[in-house]
């Protein structure tokens, strides 16, 4: 079965990676990125020009833009990937900077108003599949915010499971520990600067305790994703995939 799948985060890592993957494997595409610009390098790209893609430009955590999205939406689907999501850092105590509300909003919030307003676009049976984290299954210092968000999605991710089975929709999360994009990058880089360590040095002993010894690829997650959303995917629902053991940093 193939059809169209609408993807969020779809700009960039993880998102445009699973673009590709499902435009290969022959499935017509919507993507929602963040920017005009981000926009019109998608439209640009073979794969989407190949695939008819429909590509769309608003930001996730505004309200008033993802109500209009939902309420002019016409296209039948055959899934969702909810892919965007944003990390930012602050303890408790940590007065100048709480992040609390801007992650909540386009790692939570978002994904859970999607699915209410397209959900009468969704295909019977069709596929549902949510980008978690390794931190929705464990803490880590300094990341309340962001772990509250990937904990509630993988909360959803059940839920929803048991919803719509009954209808044929599956639903499940795929949950990557480190993986080679931009965003990590930068992640690993503010972590090593903070504790006084070179960038690179700092990125091989994270991923020592792996057990693969390196970080997963955009690739290697995009591939997860077109599993879960393919027919072969049809008994599987409810399931939080860990992809690699998690290197805490406290």
Known sequence: MTGRVLITGAGRGIGLS???VLARDGFSLALVTKSESSATRLRAERFVVDADAIVVAFDL?????LADFVTKWREPLWGIVHNAGICATATLADC???PWREVLAVNL???YRLMRGLLPSLARP???VTIGSQLSVEGRAGYGAYCASKFGLIGLTKCWAKELGR???TV?????GWVDTEMTGNDVARIAAEMGRDAASFKAEIADPLELKRFNTPEEVAELVA???SDKSSGITGRAWLMQTIWNQQ
Do not use: K, Q, S
């Open 96 to 98: 100048e900077h709480d």
């Open 126 to 128: 069709g596929r549902i």
């Open 109 to 111: 919030e978002a994904p």
């Open 227 to 229: 599993f879960l959303m």
């Open 61 to 65: 955590a505004d309200d008033a833009a």
């Open 18 to 20: 699973i673009a590709r």
């Open 167 to 169: 209808e044929g929709v």
């Open 172 to 176: 499940n999360a795929v949950c990557p």
